[in-house]
């Protein structure tokens, strides 16, 4: 029957959109390692539960997060701040796995103050720049801005990996498997990295700049206690080989490991900090960083890294995942169609099924007369066949002969 085949290609076209969905989260996405030297961002968050705008992609070996605009500010909660602040070592690293949507403009992360931001990376695709805005220690005022030299790499539409190093005298972008940027930075712009204690740590934004919010995919977000040495992922055809900068501490590592140690297991810590807070403090924010992880569903965890190993294999596997991201949304508004169309396709469907699609005959005077036939049985009465019932009425149009309707 009519009504039974155009349920079936309804119902196989849902289907292959489902299939076809599940198919491009499938790809499986750099695998990741365990470091102790970085805050996982999505993990602090809590980006696993529910948060309007933000809609989280599993596959068995990898997981993103796909962001929107609609998005609230995703800013760390306090206790956070106050990690980042005491285990600070006079240097840092942020750093990304992401694709940004094209002909947008955002921030990636930020630092602010309760009035101004502090430190911001901010990504356009609109005129393929990438800008990182700091605040400089020189008495300057407002922030001081530096351009990438190259083209924004998120203006590619596809996977980027990137990181970049700050320390007072030195800037570092590590951009997938190029060669690394390396940037002095004059005395009277060095970059101040002394965080005031009521710092707000946000990814995907600036707080109270509604334009800065970012739109398309995460996969990793991180900060290091320390500037980058070399990119926190490895390549083929790369070897960092950064000297140290007069402003790294070589202790930091130890500071920062006893820190998150602490934060993981609630011990305290194998020697004091050197945030010039007593033990007893630093463990008082340990403690309420767990207690907030407990209360979000998550216990943070040794965060993760990606290996980024672009060999071959590697590059096939991003290319592989770009197209299907790209089909994805395809099907995500064919779906949406399907879904706008859903309603109107299920009344049809049920008239379909409730009605007998045989057209029904009348029988007039020993003849059979087919279903919506006119007959003129003089010259004033038309008689038409209606569901197997005759009915006669009044007319004055032209006599027409009854041959002419009835099948003989």
């Not at 106050?82 to 094209?102: A, D």
């Given at each position: 029957m009519e009504s039974g085949k155009e349920k079936t290609l309804v119902l196989l076209g849902i289907h292959l959109l489902w299939v076809l969905l599940g198919l491009a989260l499938s790809v499986h996405g750099n695998a990741a390692s365990n470091h102790e030297n970085v805050i996982d961002l999505l993990a602090?968050?809590?980006?696993?539960?529910?948060?309007?705008?933000?809609?989280?992609?599993?596959?068995p070996g990898s997981v993103m997060y796909r962001i929107r605009p609609r998005a609230p500010y995703l800013?760390?909660?306090?206790?956070?701040?106050?990690?980042?602040?005491?285990?600070?070592?006079?240097?840092?690293?942020?750093?990304?796995?992401?694709?940004?949507?094209?002909?947008?403009?955002?921030?990636l992360f930020s630092l602010s103050s309760p009035s101004s931001p502090i430190l911001q990376i901010i990504s356009s695709?609109?005129?393929?720049?990438?800008?990182?805005?700091?605040?400089?220690?020189?008495?300057?005022?407002?922030?001081?801005?530096?351009?990438?030299?190259?083209?924004?790499?998120?203006?590619?539409?596809?996977?980027?990996?990137?990181?970049?190093s700050l320390e007072p005298d030195r800037l570092v972008f590590f951009v997938d498997c190029q060669e690394a940027v390396v940037v002095p930075v004059k005395s009277e712009e060095r970059i101040k990295l002394e965080l005031p204690q009521n710092v707000v740590i946000a990814l995907a934004s600036t707080p109270r700049r509604k334009v800065s919010k970012f739109n398309g995919h995460l996969k990793t977000?991180?900060?290091?206690?320390?500037?980058?040495?070399?990119?926190?992922?490895?390549?083929?055809?790369?070897?960092?080989?950064?000297?140290?900068?007069?402003?790294?501490?070589?202790?930091?590592?130890?500071?920062?490991?006893?820190?998150?140690?602490m934060f993981q297991r609630g011990a305290p810590p194998s020697k004091p900090q050197i945030s010039h807070r007593p033990v007893e403090q630093m463990s008082y924010y340990s403690h309420d960083i767990q207690s907030d992880q407990l209360h979000?569903?998550?216990?943070?965890?040794?965060?993760?890294?990606?290996?980024?190993?672009?060999?071959?294999?590697?590059?096939?596997?991003?290319?592989?995942?770009?197209?299907?991201?790209?089909?994805?949304?395809?099907?995500?508004?064919?779906?949406?169609?399907?879904?706008?169309?859903?309603?109107?396709?299920?009344?049809?469907?049920?008239?379909?099924?409730?009605?007998?699609c045989v057209r029904q005959q009348c029988e007039w005077e020993g003849r059979e007369v087919d279903d919506g036939q006119r007959w003129q049985i003089d010259l004033s009465t038309v008689c038409t066949c209606t569901s197997g019932k005759v009915t006669c009425q009044p007319t004055t149009r032209v006599p027409v002969k009854m041959e002419a309707f009835v099948s003989s």
């Open positions: 602090a968050l809590n980006m696993s539960h529910h948060i309007s705008g933000v809609t989280r992609l599993q596959s800013t760390l909660p306090p206790e956070y701040s106050q990690l980042l602040r005491s285990s600070l070592q006079g240097s840092i690293g942020v750093h990304f796995v992401g694709h940004q949507s094209s002909a947008s403009s955002a921030t695709t609109l005129d393929n720049t990438l800008r990182l805005d700091y605040e400089a220690g020189g008495g300057a005022q407002g922030l001081a801005s530096f351009h990438f030299p190259r083209r924004n790499p998120f203006s590619r539409e596809e996977w980027v990996q990137l990181a970049v977000a991180e900060i290091s206690m320390r500037a980058y040495l070399r990119r926190p992922w490895l390549c083929d055809n790369v070897t960092d080989a950064l000297p140290p900068s007069q402003y790294t501490d070589a202790q930091g590592s130890d500071s920062w490991t006893d820190s998150i140690r979000r569903g998550v216990v943070l965890g040794p965060p993760g890294s990606p290996q980024g190993v672009k060999s071959v294999s590697q590059a096939l596997t991003d290319d592989r995942l770009r197209k299907l991201e790209r089909r994805m949304e395809e099907l995500a508004r064919m779906l949406d169609m399907v879904k706008a169309q859903n309603v109107d396709l299920q009344s049809r469907v049920k008239y379909l099924e409730g009605c007998e």
